[in-house]
Each structure stands twice: as C-alpha cells, then as structure tokens.
C-alpha cells in the first residue's frame, strides 16, 4: 500500500461558490501545504437569493399579479416559499413547483412552473457564473504554467445555492474535461474552501479567497494606502490550532485614527484595490489620551496633528478557525486596549 506520508503533486482546484447573495469563482494552486489563489472574481448580484425571486416572479406572473401589488409582509413569506420549493428540486424526483395564493391570503387558484420552464429562467443568470469561472480558470493558467486547462481540472460546487442540479449540469457541460465535486462544506464569511485531494480522502482547508485589510492615509495624510493584513491564499487555522496573528506599528499623525477595512480579489500596479471590493467595519480609534476609548467618535472630529507623531500606535489582528477577524488596538500613552470584531458590512 501507499505510504501515509506521501506527497502528491502540485494541482490546482478551481471553487465555483454559489452562496445566498454572492458568486465567487476562484483557482488555487496547491503545492504540499502551501496554497496560493491564482486568480479570483465574483459577481455581487447573483446568489441564491436571485434564483427565489425569479421563481417568485414566475409564480406572480401566473398569478397576473405585479410584485408591487403584493404587500412587503406577504412577500417575505411567499420568497420563503419560493426558496422551500427551489429546494424541493434537489432531489431530482420534483418535476412541478406549486404555489397555492390562498395559503397568502391572495385569491386565485393554485398555480404550477414545470421545473424545466423554470430552469430556462435560470440558465441565463447561472452562465454569467458559468462564464466568470472559465476567465478566472484562463487567468490562473496565465500566471501558472503547468496548468494544463484541457486536461482534469478539479472544480469544486460550494454554497448553498449550488445543490441546485442545473448548477453541476452546467458546469460540467461547460468543463467537459473537469471532475465537478459537490460540497456542503459550510464556508465561513472570509473564507473560502480550498480542497486538497491528499491519498484518495478529499481534506478541506479554509482559506482567504480575496486580499484582506485596510485603507490608511501616508505622507501626512496627503496619499491613501491599502495595508494587506491578511493577503488571498492564506490558510485559516484549523479547529484547536491557535489564531492567525498579524501586528502593525506606526505612528499617529492624527488625533483620531479612521481604519476603513475592506476585502478585494485583486491588487493594482499602484498597490490600490482593483476591481471589486467589499467594504467590512469601519473603526475609529483615538490616538489623543483626551478622548476616552469607549467615546463614540465620528470622522468629523478628526484633525491632522504632529501631537502625537512620537507615539507608537500597535495594532494586533487575529483570525480564528471559524474565519473571524478582530483587530486589538493599544494606546500607548495609557495602555489601554480596545478590541474590535471587524464584520462584513
């Protein structure tokens, strides 16, 4: 038999994330333990949220009612009932979607969407997915040479919006050559999973699938500068492993600072965000002793000042295995700390 310890070749898996708002497409390169995101993009307006409301469209539509006519109450319970029937699909038995009016208290009689109708819908959106993966994979083998795109690609379905069947039916029509996996990996808000095929077990390792970090100002607050906290390819600590750790030092040139987080798939020439980007906490700190830290702060108050230039301001961020960030910030003239969870807008 194969030794435990044996090393398999360097691969690259390609993620198609299909979750409840978003689609993210990435390629991974994986050599050992080593991981790097060749290439990324998403798109912010299609997930699995779109494909409930285009099944409630469907169903308005065979109503003859206007979505306006409906009242926004009735219409989060009739969304959820779009949901519950897309779900239905997943089986591969259901061959009808139902929809009875007067469950709502709307009159009509029950309406019925063959599921092939509603596929026809949705093959539209699902291909700016579709063509989203086959540019990020093209860009990856760009960057990567021994990428071979005609041979055996790896992709990996993930989010919950791909248990959908028309999802791996398309993507495999798409990537004919590729072996498409379906996983119900549940994928934590930063991360995103990158599968490692070691020996014939599939291991999963959460990673960041974008660039993560903050917008500071330099040269005295004349220039804007992305500080990269935790870059795209950087494995996320496993359960029991301790967190991520990662410290900044710089001195203040402000009575305030403003510390605008955010997340992007690509960097620019300039070392700017490119393409994009997704906006997560904004926290703001107080450098001047005056200020209490609990104070609510806003970035009115903030003015440029050399008054606390000899100060060394420590920032600690941190990223546990569950893909949460936190950011420690210590005042150095009162030692005081504050701790923030930096969220996702």
């Not at 230039?309 to 949460?324: F, I, K, L, N, P």
């Not at 504050?338 to 807008?345: L, S």
């Amino acid at each position: 038999g194969r030794g435990g310890r044996e090393r398999r070749e360097p691969a690259a898996v390609a993620v198609f994330d299909l979750g409840g708002g978003t689609f993210d497409a990435s390629v991974v390169w994986i050599d050992g333990d080593d991981f790097q995101v060749l290439a990324s993009a998403g798109i912010e307006d299609l997930g699995g949220d779109d494909l409930d409301r285009a099944l409630l469209d469907m169903f308005l539509g065979k109503l003859k009612l206007s979505p306006d006519a409906v009242i926004p109450l009735t219409r989060y319970a009739l969304l959820r009932q779009a949901r519950a029937q897309k779900e239905t699909i997943s089986n591969g038995v259901v061959k009808t979607l139902f929809l009875n009016p007067m469950d709502f208290g709307i009159q009509g009689f029950p309406v019925s969407i063959p599921v092939k109708a509603y596929y026809e819908r949705l093959r539209p959106m699902l291909k700016r997915a579709v063509n989203t993966l086959a540019s990020v994979i093209a860009r990856a083998a760009e960057r990567e040479p021994r990428i071979n795109v005609d041979e055996s690609l790896t992709i990996y379905l993930v989010g919950g919006a791909s248990k959908l069947p028309l999802v791996s039916q398309m993507v495999a029509e798409a990537f004919n050559r590729c072996k498409v996996i379906l996983t119900d990996k549940p994928f934590t808000s930063v991360a995103m999973g990158a599968a490692v095929c070691a020996m014939d077990r599939v291991r999963y390792r959460d990673i960041f699938a974008r660039h993560f970090g903050l917008l500071r100002l330099r040269d005295f607050g004349r220039a804007e500068v992305f500080d990269v906290v935790f870059p795209a390819g950087t494995p996320i600590p496993r359960k029991g492993e301790p967190p991520l750790e990662r410290t900044a030092w710089y001195h203040p040139h402000h009575n305030i600072g403003h510390l605008r987080y955010l997340e992007c798939a690509n960097i620019g020439p300039n070392g700017m965000p490119d393409g994009t980007v997704r906006a997560w906490s904004d926290v703001l700190f107080p450098y001047d002793p005056t200020i209490p830290l609990v104070s609510r702060s806003s970035p009115e108050q903030i003015v440029g000042t050399e008054q606390f230039a000899s100060q060394t301001v420590c920032e600690v961020y941190r990223c546990d295995s569950d893909g949460v960030i936190t950011v420690e910030l210590r005042r150095p003239s009162t030692d005081e700390v504050r701790m923030h969870e930096i969220y996702q807008e």
